[in-house]
């Protein structure tokens, strides 16, 4: 039964990739396609089929049409759902990665303009803590109790953030 399996394929091995590529506009897909399908094929342990030119070809014919049509089948699940799925996710990512961008250089001009609203004071010893990265150490710096720095740089934190969030959303 293999022997006439295997004639046929042998025989008429360019003309079912044409029948491939018909279905799947694409030679690489095509070929993939046609193997999977004669690879399952030959895993079969019984065929229902009769052994001759005709009922292999329609068999093999159906089983590219099922195969490239069907999410449920194997090849669809391996090649052509992934290689979507992984375009799809790709697309996503650039379109998050657009939108991030834009969105953060309005976050950037919103805070630069709350920055450059704030008064003499609260700027200065922001930036003073900015520049050192402790609240110890801008009391150190400016000689003003730790306590007091620590309530003016958390007010003016709250300020900045409740002003830019209302701008965001507006």
Known sequence: MRIELDNYITKNYYQLLTISKKYTKNDDWAKELLHTVILQLYDKKEYNIKLDDKSIKSYIIRALMVNWCYPSSPFYRKNKNFGMQDIDIKEA?????????????????????????????????????????????????????????????????????????KKMNN
């Open 93 to 165: 990512l650039n379109i998050i990665d657009e939108e991030s961008q834009i969105e953060h250089h309005k976050l950037m001009e919103i805070l630069e303009m709350e920055y450059s609203e704030l008064d003499f004071f609260n700027k200065n010893l922001f930036n003073k803590y900015l520049v050192l990265g402790s609240l110890k150490k801008v009391s150190v710096d400016t000689s003003i109790p730790l306590r007091s720095v620590s309530r003016y740089i958390n007010d003016t934190k709250e300020i900045v953030k409740e002003n830019t969030f």
